[in-house]
């Protein structure tokens, strides 16, 4: 078992079915981006007519069944599952990636780009490192062991319990995650069924294969059903890389127990690393989900009783700081005004820095305060752009025409508070103009600087709250 070119069964080397793997995840995530697309236009004014309609509805369809095609044609023609599947996921995140930036349907953040980059590299390590299974892979004699017989009646039980705790939890929230595991689950077990059953469709002749075409078609149906009522139903931003990160597992533990890969196997302990990149990569694709972090505000909380002044996590003993400053009787000394605003700080900057407080959350609290003023020009915002937004600042500098236009959108009165606010706190804006000066240079640097750590932004108030 050397490091050179694998002869599938068909005398083809082994670039040719992951390829086909490849190219089949591309064209499956290109199949979901065209409703996607669609969707999206429609949410901004697209008036789509019927035939239009279904015209995306037929695109999407087959580009979806093309890609279950040829991922099925590369396990028929030879490739191991445990390779190929790897492949086709890394393509499908890499065509969505592709499509959503270019469509302008998503924008993937640093995470999730390196995220993307890292699949993609291991998965082009396992064309070199995993199953190099022979031309006559004894298929009767592995699924008829009793290992491989138990771990396909485990996978089919769990499909058949998965699916019918779907319809258990329909009423549950989108981002449950009892019903988040429930669909991936489903999606995983069919999908992993399926990529097993199409791998027999060029080692089988006659009866077993037509056997393995019904059974193959059903279990299609049924993942394809769970494919849609995910979507529907599930949090897909955490359901997608929940579903392709188990889809990964689930898939290299079939391998190991149906397919005897490790005979097949040169290095067993790099094969596992790389599957364990697979996931990470997987993860990072998904910003929003955090299990560690879920884990730890779940114990957090189990441990806590703000009501009786008990605190365990930072972000809980911030709460109740600030809670305390709150409860104070508003005397307009400037000692308590600084206090609650330190709470303040600390709170909104610890939440952020453990995901205590969601970025979704606090755009919400921003157009809730915005809706005192009908989301309209305020004092405030427009201090905070032109004294806080270091990327405004770094483009003014460019562009100096633009500085002064969020301000002559202020009416006379505002104006006037908005110099107020300026001398008011001028003197304080000193002592952080060093920060502010190494904060501009950052982005200047990296063009991109978009957000600032934390930490820094935590560090920027205390300067401020320093008479």
């Known amino acids: ?10 005398g083809l080397p082994t670039s040719v079915f992951l390829g086909l793997a490849g190219c089949g995840g591309f064209l499956s995530a290109s199949g979901a981006n065209v409703l996607a697309w669609s969707a999206h236009q429609q949410r901004r004014g697209q008036a789509w007519t019927r035939v239009q309609s279904a015209g995306f509805v037929v695109a999407c369809t087959l580009l979806n069944v093309s890609g279950i095609a040829m991922f099925a044609a590369s ?21 969505n990636m592709f499509w959503q930036s270019m469509l302008g349907l998503k924008f993937y953040d640093k995470s999730m780009r390196v995220g993307t980059i890292v699949l993609i590299c291991a998965v082009a390590e396992l064309s070199e490192i995993g199953p190099q299974e022979p031309p006559d892979l004894p298929v009767e004699e592995l699924l008829t062991h009793p290992v491989a017989i138990t771990w396909a009646m485990v996978m089919v039980i769990l499909a058949f319990v998965s699916l019918y705790g779907m319809f258990k939890t329909m009423h549950l929230e989108m981002d449950s995650p009892v019903k988040l595991t429930l669909y991936a689950s489903m999606v995983t077990f069919t999908t992993v069924v399926g990529a097993s059953i199409g791998k027999l469709f060029g080692l089988v002749k006659g009866p077993a294969l037509a056997l393995a075409f019904t059974v193959y078609f059903l279990d299609g149906v049924l993942c394809m059903a769970g494919t849609v009522m995910a979507n529907a139903q599930c949090d897909v931003a955490i359901f997608v890389p929940l579903q392709l990160s188990s889809q990964l597992v689930v898939n290299m533990i079939t391998g190991y127990l149906v397919w005897g890969d490790a005979k097949y196997i040169e290095h067993p302990v790099s094969y596992i690393l790389v599957y364990f990149l697979c996931v990470m990569g997987v993860y ?9 972090g879920g884990m730890l505000q779940w114990y957090f909380i189990r441990r806590s009783s703000l009501s009786g002044g ?16 709150w409860r104070q009787k508003a005397d307009n000394s400037p000692a308590l005004m600084q206090e609650r605003q330190r709470q303040l700080v600390t709170v909104l900057t610890v939440g952020l820095e453990t995901g205590s407080i969601k970025q979704p959350e606090i755009v919400e609290l921003v ?6 003023r009908e989301y ?3 004092p405030a915002v427009i201090y905070w752009l032109e004294h806080n937004l270091g990327l405004f600042r770094y483009y003014v500098a460019r562009d100096p025409g633009f500085k002064d236009m969020f301000r002559q959108t202020l009416s006379l009165e505002d104006e006037r508070r908005l110099v107020e606010l300026e001398e008011a706190l001028k003197p304080r804006e000193a002592a952080a103009s060093f920060t502010s000066t190494v904060s501009d240079n950052a982005l200047m640097l990296t063009g991109s600087g978009i957000s600032l ?3 820094n932004v935590a560090a920027h108030h205390a300067r401020l709250l320093d008479p």
């Open 367 to 372: 157009m809730l305060l915005m809706r005192e």
């Open 75 to 95: 396990t028929a023609l030879g490739g191991a599952v445990a390779t190929v599947m790897p492949v086709q996921t890394g393509a499908n995140l890499l065509g």
């Open 376 to 378: 309209g020009p305020s």
């Open 1 to 10: 078992m050397g490091s050179g070119t694998l002869e599938a069964p068909q």
């Open 284 to 292: 990072l694709n998904s910003p929003t989900m955090d299990l560690v």
């Open 310 to 325: 008990r605190a365990t996590s930072s972000f809980g003993k911030g709460v109740l700081g600030l809670l305390e400053s």
């Open 453 to 455: 750590d934390t930490r």
